[in-house]
């Protein structure tokens, strides 16, 4: 699994330094982790978790509104991501002329099943265990 490079500022003294380090370590200390983890359990015989019937299942949509779109971005939290083509202010601002274009877009993927592949991203960033720990050594996280 390949996670590209990931880029850290860190401030010291009033002067930035940038760290640059390779995801692939901390993906390959969680795989090993949990391959650590599979091992150490494999003697482990398998609970049969009871379950219940599902009484009801998603075969039937309802369309999204453009009303439901206009109070969902005027509800939406004010924070932008790093993925976002536009800031949250920007989007607020302009619900009138982009809630019709994200009607259609949701309703859309909702009957096609199908989902824009660049909705498909994101940047995961793993918490520390505790405040204070390095950021750089993967087993604090």
């Not at 590209?4 to 500022?9: A, Q």
């Not at 091992?39 to 398998?46: E, G, K, N």
């Not at 949701?106 to 995961?124: E, H, W, Y």
Request: charge should be negative; hydrophobic fraction near 40%; include cysteine.
């Amino acid at each position: 699994m390949s996670l590209d490079l990931f880029v850290k500022l860190k401030y010291e003294s009033s002067t930035i330094i940038l760290v640059v380090g390779i995801a692939d370590d901390l993906a390959s200390f969680f795989e090993d982790k949990v391959d650590a983890v599979r091992t150490s359990t494999a003697a482990t015989p398998l609970y049969d978790v009871p379950c219940r019937p599902i009484e009801s299942s998603l075969d039937e949509w309802s369309a999204v509104t453009t009303d439901e779109v206009k109070r969902l971005i005027n509800a939406a939290p004010n924070k932008t991501s790093q993925l976002d083509p536009a800031p949250t202010w920007l989007v607020k601002d302009m619900r009138g002329l982009l809630a019709p274009f994200l009607t259609l877009l949701f309703n859309r993927s909702l009957s096609t099943g199908c989902f824009p592949s660049d909705f498909k991203q994101a940047i995961v960033r793993p918490p520390l265990k505790k405040n204070g720990l390095d950021a750089d050594d993967p087993k604090n996280h």
